[in-house]
């Protein structure tokens, strides 16, 4: 496993440039050998334009979407980029930036800040994760405004408006797949004096969104980037990052200028039954804030939920673009930490999974998702993201993939067809090599984390959050 010593601080502010640059190139230079049987598109999508008529954006949330897409074949890698063409995207070509943004406050009248807050945003910048929902393919923000793509030529199809009264303002980009059914499970929040979440279906080759079930949120309903799925249930947790929807309509401001920090609520759990709608339980738990779950399942009379945790909701500061680009300072640690729920009633109660620091974490989520599993994959920090990581959750154990002055995204898992063990794949992982000026799709072994081999895009690709393999056969 290569190691090195600590990097130079700051190296990984090259990341945080913006991109002008679209490409296509057949053939990137390869070093190692890529698995022949790795055939399909590692496909990111990447906040890459993050200075708009010349001023930096506030908040990296805020940058414009590019789509990246590696195409895996025949032991080749090609590679392509191209700008999500969205309204967003457009108007911000034309210098400006008016719509209502994580850290963007386009200082609307009254009226304004009422549509914003009540009513699904005009904000289609999909700039956070991808799917496939049947022959469909997905970007998505926490905005419900999904904006289709075609998976070969990366053109923008354009941006989807359910035709269904679920409504929402702010929701997840992270839906679950139920593969029984072929739909998408995720959630979304109507603000109001009463908020509620309601969770919901998309069946593929649906225009319309099912409701599961709504929950009440009250005046100050938490922000919530994901949500869990077992095979029985849906695990909603409010954790105490929370914001009043009217306050935000009477004073102004951005979505994150409105978020508090309220540790004397702790978290709600909430457990729903993902087919008949049912509340199962809320149960109490500590005061923490999450991005992202890793896994949940059942065992016995308890749902167990595995997410990486953070002590407080100070990452959402410190990933304002000036703070980043500037290099200031390490980033509050994430760390993967188990809790489990009773259904019978009763606290939640919170076990560590290990001391290290992990975020973006993915599993082998077409084999494991909602059900009992051993490994997660994910990055690891201490400036920041600089070394992919795996934990056995079973025994605690942990391998490292560190090179010096390289910055690991999100690891993603591709299965070896055929293959028995958990880990019996790769990991593709796009990182950011600062000391040659260009970044590289990493292919890791998903069991030893022994770099298989490495292809060298033409350039450096802006930090994202995530990416999917969508495999192909043949």
Known sequence: MPTGAAVTEGEHTRGFRSLEEELHVDSLPVEGEMPRWLRGDLTRVTPALLDVGGVPLRHWFDGLAMLNAFRLGGGEVGYASRFLQSETYKRAREGRFEAWGFGQDPCRSLFGRMTAAFSAPENDNANVNLTRLGDRYLAMTELPVPVEFDGDSLETVGATRWKDRIGGAVGSAHPHHDPAADELISYVVDFSARSTYKLFAVPAGSASRRLIATIPAGREPSYIHSIAMTERFLVLVEWPLVLDPLRM?????AFMDNMR????????FHVVDRHSGRAVTTSQGEAFFCFHHINAFEEGDEVVVDLCA??????????????LRAGQGALPPAHPRRYRVPLGGGDTRAEALSDESLELPRIDYGGRNGRPYRYVYGAGSSDWLDRVVKLDVETGETLRWVQEGCYPGEPVFAPRPGGK?????VLLSLVLDAAAG?????VLDAGTLEEVARAEAPHVIPFGFHGQYFGKSG
């Open 249 to 253: 309509i009477a004073r102004g401001g």
């Open 310 to 323: 953070y002590a407080d909701a100070s990452i959402i500061g410190a990933l304002k673009l000036d703070s």
């Open 438 to 442: 260009r970044s590289f799709l990493a």
């Open 421 to 425: 063990a958990e880990d019996d794949g």
């Open 261 to 268: 920090w309220r540790p004397e609520r702790g978290s709600r």
